[in-house]
């Protein structure tokens, strides 16, 4: 357990390391060490340490050349994370109820928060399975899940390796994927093929099949998802409404990047 003394020096550097963040971007190109130092009020070897830190993790950059530092765009990804979780559910909804509709089955909006999933939107099937699986605010792993893995595109083998042993990879099931190197190998499939398939890997008796949306960016902001029973959801199913899943998640990445306008329009019309 983390000491009082110990959270209090934790907290002082989260501190001294956002000042350093605002004070870079703040500029117009790269600084050296010794000016950033002046800019905080903070020893240069202090300083040096936090951007070794914010380095490790992609946040900040240095010029091997000049050795001057810049943030990186990883900061504009996560705002473009952040920016997309106030309007991507209004852009989503009126397709998700038209999916669910032709699929009839269960249909969710999900969104990747402190690694793990947060179910945003859910439109219920014939059976109402979603009330009780994927509440609105859920939370749920990544690395069991369809959307789950669908939402680990973000990240690359390194990162998701990090995160598996920051959270573990716990069993939910029998089936659920317990180890690091299969997780990535299956993330990179999903890659390849545009969606996951969560085969009772989250919870015996069901089954989903998920796709990416996708901003400007080629950042994954959200995934959508199918689900059912797997008495209903056979894989046979699956590959059957597999094309719809896709042309949906198209049609809502492409409707998020210009504003959702489209998608507020068509959702008046329908009511």
């Given at each position: 357990?983390?000491?009082?003394?110990?959270?209090?020096?934790?907290?002082?550097?989260?501190?001294?390391?956002?000042?350093?963040?605002e004070?870079?971007?703040?500029?117009?190109?790269?600084?050296?060490?010794?000016?950033?130092?002046?800019?905080?009020?903070?020893?240069?070897?202090?300083?040096?340490?936090?951007?070794?830190?914010?380095?490790?993790?992609?946040?900040?950059?240095q010029d091997p050349d000049t050795h001057r530092y810049s943030l990186t765009l990883k900061f504009a990804q996560i705002g473009a994370l952040v920016k997309s979780q106030f309007r991507i559910s209004e852009a989503a909804r009126p397709y998700m109820k038209d999916l669910s509709i032709e699929v009839e089955e269960s249909v969710c909006l999900a969104i990747e928060q402190d690694s793990e999933v947060v179910y945003v939107d859910t439109v219920d099937g014939?059976?109402?399975?979603?009330?009780?699986?994927?509440?609105?605010?859920?939370?749920?792993?990544?690395?069991?899940?369809?959307?789950?893995?669908v939402l680990l595109l973000n990240f690359n083998p390194q990162e998701i390796e990090r995160i598996a042993e920051s959270t573990g990879l716990k069993p939910l099931t029998y089936k659920t994927i317990t180890d690091k190197q299969r997780l990535i190998e299956a993330v990179e499939s999903i890659r390849t093929k545009g969606y996951a398939i969560d085969d009772e890997e989250c919870e015996i008796g069901a089954r989903c099949v998920a796709a990416p949306i996708w901003d400007y960016s080629g950042i994954v902001v959200a995934a959508i998802s199918v689900s059912g029973p797997a008495t209903r959801m056979t894989i046979a199913k699956i590959e059957s409404i597999r094309?719809?899943?896709?042309?949906?998640?198209?049609?809502?990445?492409r409707t998020f990047c210009m504003g959702g306008n489209e998608a507020i329009s068509r959702d008046k019309s329908l009511r």
């Open positions: 357990m983390m000491t009082r003394d110990k959270l209090t020096k934790a907290n002082q550097s989260i501190e001294k390391a956002l000042m350093v963040i004070v870079l971007a703040r500029q117009h190109g790269p600084m050296r060490l010794q000016d950033l130092s002046d800019a905080v009020e903070m020893p240069a070897s202090t300083i040096s340490r936090l951007l070794t830190s914010l380095g490790k993790h992609r946040y900040v950059n014939p059976d109402s399975m979603l009330k009780t699986m994927q509440r609105i605010g859920k939370r749920a792993p990544l690395h069991s899940t369809g959307v789950g893995k094309d719809s899943l896709l042309r949906v998640a198209n049609e809502i990445s």
